[in-house]
T-cell receptor, first 114, second 113 residues
Framework: DSGVTQTPKHLITATGQRVTLRCSPR?????VYWYQQSLDQGLQFLIQ???????AKGNILERFSAQQFPDLHSELNLSSLELGDSALYFC?????????????FGPGTRLTVL | AQSVTQLDSQVPVFEEAPVELRCNYS??????LFWYVQYPNQGLQLLLK??????LVKGINGFEAEFNKSQTSFHLRKPSVHISDTAEYFC???????????FGAGTILRVKS
């Protein structure tokens, strides 16, 4: 158990819908990362937050947004869902933002868009 | 931009045999290198990491990796595998753009009895 929790574990929804994925980092970790794992794209970095502020952005679609709240939990919002958004979404956390800081991964949320 | 190439998509090996999973990276700056393991229906677990110092890095579960700057490689090795090592292994790099991880495509290690 990494100490990072993600809810829900599974999510099934229809095209055009909007969903919210939730992540609680390890106690004491200030930085949260979101990654997407799909069969065609592999594991890709989406976005990073540090203590409530956006720190880095990767290949995140405009239909996707995220935020980190004062209690440090984070939410990833996916809207106007398409079939291709079906994937495993991981949240990770680290104590620092410095390169090389170990990231601890949650169990993931499996999103299926029908 | 940084990138990672895992040369083998699948590696079948018999139990108690040695194994090497290959990883090559590309980067214009100093790198930090990682190996993660993903068991079926689970998240990613860190096996080992190279930040600086000794080029031979030892990790959990008997795995080790060697950082080779001239060959831009970070191959993962285990002298004797177990059935329980069956999983997907990901090599990753960070350092060019903060702490974001750039992953390779993964190598599925299948250990047979």
């Amino acid at each position: 158990d990494s100490g990072v929790t993600q809810t829900p574990k599974h999510l099934i929804t229809a095209t055009g819908q909007r969903v919210t994925l939730r992540c609680s980092p390890r106690s004491g970790d200030l930085s949260v990362y979101w990654y997407q794992q799909s069969l065609d794209q592999g594991l890709q970095f989406l976005i990073q937050y540090y203590n409530g502020e956006e720190r880095a952005k990767g290949n995140i679609l405009e239909r996707f947004s995220a935020q980190q709240f004062p209690d440090l939990h984070s939410e990833l919002n996916l809207s106007s869902l398409e079939l291709g958004d079906s994937a495993l979404y991981f949240c990770a956390s680290s104590v620092e933002v410095a390169s090389g800081s170990e990231q601890f991964f949650g169990p993931g949320t499996r999103l299926t868009v029908l | 931009a940084q990138s990672v190439t895992q040369l083998d998509s699948q590696v079948p090996v018999f139990e108690e045999a040695p194994v090497e999973l290959r990883c090559n990276y590309s980067s214009s700056v100093s790198v930090y290198l990682f190996w993660y393991v993903q068991y079926p229906n689970q998240g990613l677990q860190l096996l080992l990491k190279y930040l600086s110092g000794s080029t031979l890095v030892k990790g959990i579960n008997g795995f080790e990796a060697e950082f080779n700057k001239s060959q831009t490689s970070f191959h993962l090795r285990k002298p004797s595998v177990h059935i329980s090592d069956t999983a997907e292994y990901f090599c990753a790099v960070s350092g060019e753009y903060g702490n974001k991880l750039v992953f390779g495509a993964g190598t599925i290690l299948r250990v047979k009895s």
